[in-house]
């Protein structure tokens, strides 16, 4: 009677010990770090629209490439405005504009919605109307001017 018992409590404790092996191999913790960054923006534009154009992804084709303003004929000391719509399909961004039109041709700006375009945020898949506003020195050389414009 007593090596039965004996016999029961090692059966009892060798299937307590296969259970919980069997437990421990079906249940693993694993721990976890990771670095969140923020995402990349990734503009894109569409040029030549109308100052009362609400930009959309309806809009037209926006691109990052090929991008041109023709500006036509602009007379000296008057001023002239081009507007453009800007994609940005990456994360959340505040936008630099910058150009390099020369000082003795006047000076360019860039407005969303009447303020400064530098320094604005433009979220993740939203869009901007950038209105460019060239005001050309009374001075400025009759001749063919070509500048740059950079968003980013």
């Given at each position: 009677?007593?090596?039965?018992?004996?016999n029961?409590?090692l059966?009892?404790?060798?299937?307590?010990?296969v259970v919980?092996?069997?437990?421990?191999?079906?249940?693993?913790?694993?721990?976890n770090?990771?670095?969140?960054?923020?995402?990349?923006?990734?503009?894109?534009m569409?040029t030549?629209?109308?100052?009362?154009?609400?930009?959309?992804?309806?809009?037209?084709?926006y691109?990052?490439?090929?991008?041109?303003?023709?500006w036509?004929?602009?007379?000296?000391g008057?001023?002239?405005n081009?507007?453009?719509?800007?994609?940005?399909?990456?994360g959340?961004h505040?936008?630099?504009?910058?150009?390099?039109?020369?000082?003795?041709?006047?000076?360019?700006?860039?407005?969303?919605?009447?303020?400064?375009?530098?320094g604005q945020?433009?979220?993740?898949?939203?869009?901007?109307?950038?209105?460019?506003?060239?005001?050309v020195?009374?001075?400025?050389t009759?001749?063919t001017?070509?500048?740059?414009?950079s968003?980013s």
């Amino acid at each position: 009677m007593q090596q039965q018992r004996i016999n029961l409590i090692l059966i009892t404790a060798i299937s307590i010990g296969v259970v919980a092996t069997a437990y421990a191999a079906n249940s693993l913790s694993v721990g976890n770090t990771a670095t969140i960054t923020a995402a990349a923006p990734n503009l894109f534009m569409l040029t030549g629209v109308a100052s009362t154009t609400a930009c959309s992804a309806s809009t037209g084709t926006y691109t990052e490439t090929g991008l041109t303003i023709s500006w036509g004929s602009v007379v000296q000391g008057s001023t002239a405005n081009q507007y453009v719509c800007l994609e940005n399909t990456g994360g959340q961004h505040t936008l630099t504009v910058t150009n390099n039109l020369p000082a003795a041709d006047g000076t360019l700006t860039a407005t969303i919605g009447g303020n400064p375009a530098t320094g604005q945020i433009i979220g993740h898949n939203a869009f901007a109307l950038i209105k460019f506003t060239w005001v050309v020195d009374p001075g400025a050389t009759p001749s063919t001017v070509s500048f740059g414009i950079s968003v980013s």
